[in-house]
């Protein structure tokens, strides 16, 4: 149970692109969905939350309009990088869960390249 | 704010042999607490969580964790250590000044090496 599946996988694309990530959970209902971004071999920052329904909420330094997050479902939800050029690319993963205090089930990530 | 450390960013051991991976946390009420696990390319498996019930806590894969509060540590073992073990690992701790819990802070992580 509790799976996230997150396409595509990979994405290589030319600078000035904009690239569209989803994330769904497939068996259960995801009130919160996460957006992560992780640069080889650091830990994973976390860029935005997002609650069904309602607007996404950034972390401090995360531009809003440059990565524009969607979660118009329950199951879900989309990372938009708008414009993206090479400082762009990058791992980003997405999490989802269903009840609070209980732990992310995460995607296996999208390898976004920009050349 | 809270915090996790993880205690070495890079692990070698041999097959067999025990595996010990530190994690220690700031936090100024009883966290919750998970180690994650990620294979290359891929996302983050939960091994295992600490959500303040029994302090042994027991997960997947031969893992398990044992909360110390007067530590403030949660640290990973495994008495055996397996090649397919090899791995990037992180702590994670729930970050209690949200208003759900939501929102988890996770570790630098550490890169376990298994040595045939």
């Known amino acids: 149970g509790a799976v996230v599946s997150q396409h595509p996988s990979r994405v290589i694309c030319k600078s000035g692109t904009s690239v569209k990530i989803e994330c769904r959970s497939l068996?259960?209902?995801?009130?919160?969905m996460f957006w992560y971004r992780q640069f080889p071999k650091q830990s994973l920052m976390l860029m935005a939350t997002?609650?069904?329904?309602?607007?996404?909420?950034?972390e401090q330094g995360v531009e809003k309009d440059k990565f524009l997050i969607n979660h118009a479902s329950l199951t879900l939800s989309t990372l938009t990088v708008t414009s993206a050029h090479p400082e762009d690319s990058s791992f980003y993963i997405c999490?989802?869960?269903?009840?609070?205090?209980?732990?992310?089930?995460f995607g296996d990530g999208t390898r976004l390249s920009i050349l | 704010a809270q915090s996790v450390t993880q205690l070495g960013s890079h692990v070698s051991v041999s097959e067999g042999a025990l595996v010990l991976l530190r994690c220690n946390y700031s936090?100024?009420?009883?966290?919750?607490l998970f180690w994650y696990v990620q294979y290359p390319n891929q996302g983050l498996q939960l091994l295992l969580k600490?959500?303040?019930?029994?302090?042994l806590v027991k997960g997947i894969n031969g893992f398990e964790a044992e909360f110390k509060k007067s530590e403030t540590s949660f640290h990973l073992t495994k008495p055996s250590a397996h090649m397919s073990d090899a791995a990037e690992y992180f702590c994670?701790?729930?970050?209690?000044?949200?208003?759900?819990?939501?929102?988890?802070?996770f570790g630098p992580g550490t890169s376990l090496s298994v040595i045939p």
């Open positions: 999490s989802a869960k269903d009840t609070i205090g209980q732990p992310q089930h």
């Open positions: 068996d259960f209902q995801a009130t919160t």
């Open positions: 997002s609650n069904e329904g309602s607007k996404a909420t950034y």
């Open positions: 936090s100024s009420v009883p966290p919750y």
């Open positions: 600490y959500t303040s019930a029994a302090t």
């Open positions: 994670a701790v729930s970050d209690l000044g949200s208003t759900s819990y939501d929102k988890v802070i």
